[in-house]
């Protein structure tokens, strides 16, 4: 027939053309913003988000050989959440903030389910709503984000280094609710001692320190461990 076994595939965002240019510059800034101000190793953090899937489908399917766009039925359409990770420069891991679609608590998991009370209280991870019908940040969870973790964890350093004016940074994705007028205009409100650095569009496996070296290990782990709870309740 033809047919060969792919994997799902789809269109690749477009680095830019001067994209030497744009990762130069991004860097510059960065490092003038370190130098100007002095900032220490622990007080510049990066946050991405991705999409953690509640059971992961089949990834493959059969297409005519030399197919380059492969589509898999069901792929796109999944149970998942969001999980926003945030790195120091330092290396340290702040506390995950978990996003899932819903209106109400009740769209978070179960107070039983089990390790609820380890995530929760022990590793300080912080489970939230969307308040829509999508799992992805709004501007409420971003604000929640910043106000419980974030300013938390610079706070908290800021006082153990003696550096209460410090100015910190934060370096985040290009995405809409990111760059929007108003988180800008919220986060220059309450919080003007956090200065952020976008990461440049379409540059992420690139320039993304998250994305680059945290978030595959990271979703490996979470297949591993889906995968022995998967067994475990088998057996």
Same mark, same amino acid.
């Not at 509640?54 to 766009?69: F, M, R, V």
């Not at 999508?134 to 610079?154: D, E, H, K, P, R």
């Given at each position: 027939?033809?047919?060969?076994?792919?994997? %799902?595939?789809? #269109?690749?965002?477009?680095? =830019?053309?001067?994209?030497?240019?744009?990762?130069?510059? +991004?860097?510059?800034? *960065?490092?003038?913003?370190?130098?100007?101000?002095?900032?220490?190793?622990?007080?510049?953090?990066?946050?991405?988000?991705?999409?953690?899937?509640?059971?992961?489908?089949?990834?493959?399917?059969?297409?005519?050989?030399?197919?380059?766009?492969?589509?898999?039925?069901?792929?796109?359409?999944?149970?998942?959440?969001?999980?926003?990770?945030?790195?120091?420069?330092?290396?340290?891991?702040?506390?995950?903030?978990?996003?899932? %679609?819903?209106? #109400?608590?009740?769209?978070? =998991?179960?107070?039983?389910?089990?390790?609820?009370?380890? +995530?929760?209280?022990? *590793?300080?991870?912080?489970?939230?709503?969307?308040?829509?019908?999508?799992?992805?940040?709004?501007?409420?969870?971003?604000?929640?984000?910043?106000?419980?973790?974030?300013?938390?964890?610079?706070?908290?350093?800021?006082?153990?280094?003696?550096?209460?004016?410090?100015?910190?940074?934060?370096?985040?994705?290009?995405?809409?609710?990111?760059?929007?007028?108003?988180?800008?205009?919220?986060?220059?409100?309450?919080?003007?001692?956090?200065?952020?650095?976008?990461?440049?569009?379409?540059?992420?496996?690139l320039f993304q320190p998250c994305d680059v070296g945290i978030q595959q290990v990271l979703k490996l782990a979470i297949r591993r461990t889906v995968l022995k709870d998967v067994v475990d309740d088998t057996m």
């Amino acid at each position: 027939m033809g047919w060969s076994l792919h994997g %799902a595939t789809h #269109s690749g965002k477009k680095m =830019p053309e001067n994209i030497t240019q744009v990762l130069t510059d +991004a860097s510059l800034r *960065l490092v003038s913003t370190i130098s100007e101000h002095e900032v220490p190793e622990p007080l510049s953090v990066n946050s991405d988000q991705t999409g953690v899937t509640y059971g992961a489908g089949a990834l493959q399917t059969y297409a005519p050989i030399g197919s380059k766009q492969v589509e898999v039925i069901g792929k796109d359409e999944k149970w998942a959440f969001t999980l926003m990770v945030g790195i120091s420069m330092s290396g340290e891991v702040l506390p995950f903030q978990a996003i899932y %679609a819903g209106r #109400s608590p009740l769209s978070l =998991p179960s107070k039983d389910a089990p390790s609820y009370d380890k +995530a929760t209280q022990e *590793l300080n991870f912080h489970l939230e709503f969307s308040g829509n019908d999508t799992y992805w940040s709004t501007m409420t969870t971003m604000q929640s984000y910043v106000t419980n973790i974030l300013a938390l964890y610079f706070q908290s350093h800021c006082k153990r280094l003696k550096l209460p004016d410090q100015l910190c940074i934060w370096q985040i994705d290009c995405q809409s609710v990111h760059q929007s007028l108003e988180f800008r205009r919220w986060m220059r409100k309450h919080y003007p001692w956090i200065q952020i650095h976008y990461v440049p569009a379409n540059c992420t496996g690139l320039f993304q320190p998250c994305d680059v070296g945290i978030q595959q290990v990271l979703k490996l782990a979470i297949r591993r461990t889906v995968l022995k709870d998967v067994v475990d309740d088998t057996m």
